[in-house]
Antibody, heavy 114, light 112 residues
Framework: QVQLKESGPGLVQPSRTLSLTCTVS????????VSWVRQPPGKGLEWIAA???????DYNSALKSRLSISRDTSKSQVLLKMNSLQTEDTAMYFC????????WGQGVMVTVSS | DVVMTQTPVSLSVAIGQPASISCKSS???????????LNWLLQRPGQSPKRLIY???KLDSGIPDRFSGSGSETDFTLKISRVEADDLGVYYC?????????FGAGTKLELK
């Protein structure tokens, strides 16, 4: 069945770079895209970035300068990098099948703190 | 970006009673294909979001027909005909017609 699972460090220092991995199963990254969505504690959902099945990428314009999304189809993984982390980046980070948003991962909590 | 405005912010409903959530978009969600990419998601406490409805009114597999979606252009509604305990959580509308995808702020459904 379709599954997505996020992984990454739970704690990152301010100004450092965050690297998150979304490992998928049950579908091919060349057939569906993957998107990253984040949710600060107690707040709503924010779309961050996506990589399409063809490999093209899209970014939230407010975060674009700090983001990079890529994939390794042989490993069924999508990688998100965000640099210059600030405390406001503290959030639960989800990956979801894109553009359908029909399957989501369980999420990974990222805390930005010194 | 398309702004999605959900009302109410919170909703307290007794078991067996109906519930209705509104979502209004700042521009028409009818795409160039003629399709309207409006989804409804439910995020139960401590869980990731789950899609309930796509293309305005199509129920995802396994979603009970107590749920229904309707609307067009800029005005959309999610209805639950008879609320059950498993329905509590935060409901989000999500548009995928215009870049970037945008979410409503959420409606918290609580049991009375």
């Amino acid at each position: 069945q379709v599954q997505l699972k996020e992984s990454g460090p739970g704690l990152v220092q301010p100004s450092r770079t965050l690297s998150l991995t979304c490992t998928v199963s049950g579908f091919s990254l060349t057939s569906y895209g993957v998107s990253w969505v984040r949710q600060p504690p107690g707040k709503g959902l924010e779309w961050i970035a996506a990589i399409w099945s063809g490999g093209s990428t899209d970014y939230n314009s407010a975060l674009k300068s700090r983001l990079s999304i890529s994939r390794d189809t042989s490993k069924s993984q999508v990688l998100l990098k965000m640099n210059s982390l600030q405390t406001e980046d503290t959030a639960m980070y989800f990956c979801a099948r894109y553009p359908l948003f029909d399957y989501w991962g369980q999420g990974v909590m990222v805390t930005v703190s010194s | 970006d398309v702004v999605m405005t959900q009302t109410p912010v919170s909703l307290s409903v007794a078991i067996g009673q109906p519930a209705s959530i509104s979502c209004k978009s700042s521009q028409s969600l009818v795409g160039t294909s003629g399709k309207t990419y409006l989804n409804w998601l439910l995020q139960r406490p401590g869980q990731s979001p789950k899609r309930l409805i796509y293309l305005v009114s199509k129920l995802d597999s396994g979603i009970p027909d107590r749920f229904s979606g309707s609307g067009s252009e800029t005005d959309f509604t999610l209805k639950i005909s008879r609320v059950e305990a498993d329905d509590l959580g935060v409901y989000y509308c999500l548009q995928g017609t215009h870049f970037p995808d945008t979410f409503g702020a959420g409606t918290k459904l609580e049991l009375k």
